[in-house]
């Protein structure tokens, strides 16, 4: 084979190779151009899923004793109300209104055990709460803290008034009476679908006035 004829066929391969780089440049141009980034770090497609349950397993349920009763309290579970059944002593059940209410407190305001915490479960209810009886004067069903309920927190004063208002005994005309330790008239509060949906809201739970 002749020398010339080794370089005049090396000159179309060497045009084709520029030709096909130039492709490849002008592809990854476009790309770049309409906004196309390659990365190695991997997209964001949002939050995970909420792992947090708000319900207990069968494992986690507490065994009552022969002694104890069950009944429902409120806590507070991925910004929410929830309930969950407690073990309880008679007087939880009762017909004295200050014996349920004190019961009930004990039990929303207390540390929720390791089974509740797994599950997401915590309480806003100070534990220094106390509950006394009513005044002269004070109507009917009508319960004192020891502070005054719209200084608890939104939380802690929605916990206690669903709790409260899943008990007969505490409850006069479909609300909660709660009153504090100065002077002001007690109110009545209402457990609605929003209180529960959002404990955290100033505006619930909603109060009513008492004629």
């Known amino acids: 084979m002749k020398r010339g004829e080794v370089t005049y066929r090396r000159g179309p391969l060497r045009r084709r190779t520029a030709a096909s780089l130039a492709a490849v440049l002008a592809a990854a141009a476009l790309a770049s151009g309409c906004g196309i980034r390659t990365t190695s770090v991997p997209v964001d497609a949002g939050a995970a899923p909420s792992r947090v349950p708000c319900r207990l397993s069968s494992s986690d349920v507490t065994t009552r004793s022969p002694d104890r009763v069950s009944a429902e309290v409120y806590l507070v579970c991925a910004s929410q109300l929830v309930t969950v059944d407690r073990p309880v002593t008679a007087d939880a059940v009762g017909t004295d209104p200050v014996a349920v209410a004190r019961a009930l407190l004990k039990e929303v305001q207390q540390a929720p055990p390791a089974s509740e915490r797994r599950a997401g479960f915590t309480t806003a209810v100070p534990a220094g709460l106390r509950m006394d009886p ?3 004067g004070d109507p009917a069903g009508t319960l004192r803290l020891s502070s005054q309920p719209e200084d608890l927190s939104a939380e802690a004063l929605a916990q ?7 008990s007969e005994t505490l409850v006069r005309d479909g609300s909660v009476l709660l009153g504090g330790p100065g002077d002001y008239p007690p109110r009545g509060y209402l457990c609605t679908s929003q209180t529960k949906s959002r ?3 100033v505006a619930t739970p909603d109060a009513v006035r008492l004629d």
């Open 134 to 136: 009513a005044r002269d």
């Open 199 to 201: 404990p955290g809201d």
């Open 160 to 166: 206690l008034v669903c709790t409260y208002a899943e």
